[in-house]
């Protein structure tokens, strides 16, 4: 039998991390050698433990899944990089995409094909999730946009227009049912793309464009 595929696993939720073990557990091919919580955790394992292929996901604290790609890249460029996210935002894809990422996959995948997927960039192949195919697909047909606004997410224009309204990160999580992490993030995307460099220009472009009544 050939060597089995080493995978080292990056995710900051247990259960997560939990059921990938399990599910590579099924697989004669396939052997975790070590597993993160967080991206300063992933990269220094991943020098430590050589794997075949790291499973990544883009939001853990501290050092970001993005910084941590960016980083493996830098450190192991021959590195396999699968991307496993609950998020299919563009500007996440193609940040990934920008810093190399071998495939992208969503959280929501069956197991036969995440499993496959892992398979497939350990051959040098790209894996990409079929509905983040369809959204570059859009994209590619799509005339670009106008700047600025027309670069947001329809879930960045809500958390503009809550911002707008004075509410805190955390009433923001609370109304959207995401994380005060996650609100956070769409924030500092927001700035990014509006070229702003604090959360009270955010707030003060938001009212100058009249989000407080969309």
């Given at each position: 039998m050939c060597n089995p595929i080493h995978v080292l696993i990056a995710d900051d939720h247990p259960i997560v991390r939990h059921g990938l073990m399990l599910l590579c557990a099924t697989q004669p091919d396939l052997k975790v050698v070590a597993e993160a919580d967080n991206g300063a955790e992933v990269v220094r394992l991943a020098a430590q433990y050589a794997p075949d292929v790291v499973i990544l996901d883009l939001m853990m604290p501290g050092v970001d899944g993005l910084t941590a790609l960016r980083l493996l890249r830098q450190q192991q460029p021959a590195i396999h990089i699968l991307v496993l996210s609950s998020f299919a935002d563009d500007a996440y894809v193609a940040?990934?995409?920008?810093?190399?990422?071998?495939?992208f996959y969503l959280k929501e995948s069956?197991?036969?094909?995440?499993l496959e997927a892992i398979r497939a960039v350990h051959r040098g192949e790209n894996a990409i999730h079929p509905t983040i195919v369809q959204q570059m697909i859009r994209s590619y047909k799509?005339?670009?946009?106008?700047?600025?606004?027309?670069?947001l997410t329809p879930r960045?224009?809500?958390?503009l227009q809550l911002v707008s309204?004075?509410?805190?990160?955390?009433?923001i999580g609370a109304q959207l049912i995401?994380?005060?992490r996650t609100v956070t993030t769409h924030i500092r995307n927001i700035m990014a793309k509006l070229e702003l460099t604090n959360r009270t220009q955010v707030a003060l472009f938001a009212r100058?464009?009249?989000f407080e009544s969309v």
């Amino acid at each position: 039998m050939c060597n089995p595929i080493h995978v080292l696993i990056a995710d900051d939720h247990p259960i997560v991390r939990h059921g990938l073990m399990l599910l590579c557990a099924t697989q004669p091919d396939l052997k975790v050698v070590a597993e993160a919580d967080n991206g300063a955790e992933v990269v220094r394992l991943a020098a430590q433990y050589a794997p075949d292929v790291v499973i990544l996901d883009l939001m853990m604290p501290g050092v970001d899944g993005l910084t941590a790609l960016r980083l493996l890249r830098q450190q192991q460029p021959a590195i396999h990089i699968l991307v496993l996210s609950s998020f299919a935002d563009d500007a996440y894809v193609a940040a990934a995409f920008a810093s190399n990422v071998n495939g992208f996959y969503l959280k929501e995948s069956n197991t036969q094909n995440l499993l496959e997927a892992i398979r497939a960039v350990h051959r040098g192949e790209n894996a990409i999730h079929p509905t983040i195919v369809q959204q570059m697909i859009r994209s590619y047909k799509t005339p670009p946009a106008s700047p600025p606004l027309a670069s947001l997410t329809p879930r960045e224009v809500e958390v503009l227009q809550l911002v707008s309204q004075g509410l805190s990160n955390e009433a923001i999580g609370a109304q959207l049912i995401v994380s005060t992490r996650t609100v956070t993030t769409h924030i500092r995307n927001i700035m990014a793309k509006l070229e702003l460099t604090n959360r009270t220009q955010v707030a003060l472009f938001a009212r100058e464009h009249g989000f407080e009544s969309v």
